[in-house]
C-alpha cells in the first residue's frame, strides 16, 4: 500500500515486504527504480527540485528511509511498520541474490571502494555473482559507455552510490538503456560494507539515533544535518495546522 506524504508515494511496506516486492519486480522484468527516502530527499524535493518529486512519483518502489520518515508518517495519520535503510535494504537484497541467483552490480563511491565491497560481499555469501563494479568517478561523456558495460553484464540488481539526489537523477537518466534491471540508490554504503567507514553501533541504532553517529563520525555532515528542523516544522504545519 502507497501512503503520500507532503504529496510525496512512499510504500508502507516492512522490510521483508519490500524484499519480496523487489523479487516480484525482477520477475516481471523491465527497467525498475526504487528509492530510499530519507528527510533530506524529501525536503529539497517539495520545496525546490520539483523535478526530484517527480521522479519519486515514478519509482517502482518508494522505502521510509530515515526515523525523519518514520515519525512524520505519523504525524500524518499514516504510519510506517518500520525503517527502511539504503543499507539494510541493500544487505538483504543481496542476501536474497546469492540464494536466487540475481546478478548484481556495484557503480559509484571512490576509486577502489566498490571492489572492496564487492569482496566482502563475496566473502559473506559465497554463492554471489557480482558482474561488474566501477567507481562513481566519471565525467558525464563516459555515462554512454558505462551505460553499456552495465547491459552487457545484465545484472537484476543495480546498486548507484552517488550521493543522493546524484544517485537517483542518473538512474532516471540511464535505466532504460540498461534494460531489464531495478536500480537502487545507496548512498554510502559502499564505503560501509567495505570497511572505509564504520556504521553507528547497534545500540544507537536501537534508539534510533543512527543520525547522530554519522554525524560524529563524519563532522562535515552539519550542513546537511541542517536541513531536519526545517523538514521537521514543514511537517508540523502541513500536518497539525493544516497548511504548507
Not at 522484468?29 to 528527510?39: C, D, S, Y
Not at 577502489?112 to 558482474?131: D, Y
Not at 562513481?136 to 545484472?155: C, H, L, M, T, W
Not at 554525524?215 to 528542523?229: D, K, N, Q
Request: glycine share 8%; hydrophobic share 45%; with cysteine.
Amino acid at each position: 500500500m502507497k501512503v503520500k506524504l507532503l504529496n510525496a508515494p512512499i510504500d508502507c511496506l516492512s522490510m521483508d515486504q519490500c524484499i519480496d516486492r523487489v523479487a516480484e519486480i525482477i520477475r516481471a522484468g523491465g527497467a525498475r527504480r526504487v528509492i530510499t527516502l530519507n528527510p533530506e530527499i524529501l525536503y529539497r524535493a517539495v520545496q525546490f527540485d520539483h523535478s526530484l518529486l517527480e521522479l519519486i512519483k515514478r519509482a517502482d518502489l518508494v522505502t521510509a528511509d530515515g526515523e525523519g520518515i518514520v515519525w512524520a508518517g505519523q504525524m500524518a495519520g499514516t504510519p510506517f511498520s518500520e525503517r527502511v535503510t539504503g543499507i539494510d535494504l541493500m544487505l538483504r537484497l543481496v542476501e536474497r541474490a546469492a540464494d536466487e541467483g540475481w546478478k548484481i552490480y556495484l557503480l559509484g563511491a571512490a576509486p577502489g571502494v566498490a571492489e572492496e565491497a564487492a569482496e566482502k560481499l563475496t566473502r559473506r555469501f559465497p554463492k554471489l555473482q557480482v558482474v561488474g563494479t566501477r567507481h562513481g568517478y566519471f565525467r558525464p561523456d563516459e555515462e554512454v559507455n558505462i551505460v553499456q558495460s552495465i547491459r552487457q553484464k545484465a545484472p537484476q540488481l543495480l546498486f548507484v552510490a552517488l550521493g543522493a539526489p546524484a544517485q537517483e537523477k542518473w538512474i532516471d537518466r540511464n535505466i532504460e538503456g540498461i534494460g531489464h534491471v531495478v536500480a537502487i540508490g545507496v548512498g554510502g554504503s559502499f564505503d560501509v560494507i567495505s570497511g572505509r567507514v564504520d556504521r553507528a553501533p547497534l545500540w544507537m541504532r536501537k534508539f534510533k539515533i543512527e543520525w547522530l553517529g554519522r554525524l560524529i563520525s563524519e563532522p562535515s555532515r552539519w550542513r546537511r544535518m541542517l536541513v531536519l528542523p526545517k523538514f521537521a516544522w514543514l511537517v508540523i504545519r502541513t500536518y497539525r495546522f493544516g497548511r504548507k
